[in-house]
């Protein structure tokens, strides 16, 4: 089960940029939280320069573990077709330490995230969207893929 939530706050010419994503497995006892809060102002009329931190908990089997990293990105949109938009993102993050394993620290590393997503406009006020995800860590390939679906009201 996973539930992921969004939401961005204008200020001037700036946005405040959170999201949070909760994971359960009752499977495997498995759960992680992690959360992200970045800020974006805008650099070009095509580009936009985010930087923020990420925080993740967890548990995995019997061990906890928890996380943190600070991150940087490029986010732009286009909008070629009426009722679509196609919007990319691409996030470095960097994470010195991971606590994990019987409260042993971990190295981190060096991520890249790249994440795409295209909405289908249905009404003025809600669009489809269909989004993926990647995680890269340096010197070790792909750590982890996602294909998302879902909806997105605008308030």
């Known amino acids: ?10 200020i001037e010419q700036s946005m405040i940029v959170a999201s949070n994503s909760i994971l359960y497995n009752p499977d495997q006892s498995t759960w992680f939280n992690t959360g992200n809060i970045m800020y974006a102002y805008k650099q070009t009329s095509y580009m936009t320069i985010l930087y923020g931190t990420n925080f993740s908990i967890g548990k995995l089997g019997e061990e906890n573990f928890s996380n943190w990293a600070a ?19 691409g996030i470095g993050m960097y994470s010195p330490y991971t ?15 790249p994440l795409t997503s295209f909405d289908f406009s249905v009404t003025n006020t809600f669009k489809l969207n269909i989004s993926t995800s990647t995680v890269l860590l340096q010197g070790s390939g792909i750590l982890n893929f996602q294909l998302m679906t879902g909806g997105k009201m605008m308030l």
Do not use: A, C, D
């Open 1 to 10: 089960v996973s539930l992921t939530g969004y939401g961005s706050w204008k």
């Open 99 to 113: 606590f994990f394993y019987e409260g042993q620290w971990l190295k981190g590393g060096f991520l890249f995230v």
């Open 71 to 89: 991150q940087v990105g490029v986010f732009t949109t286009f909008n070629g077709y009426k009722g679509i938009s196609i919007n990319l993102m």
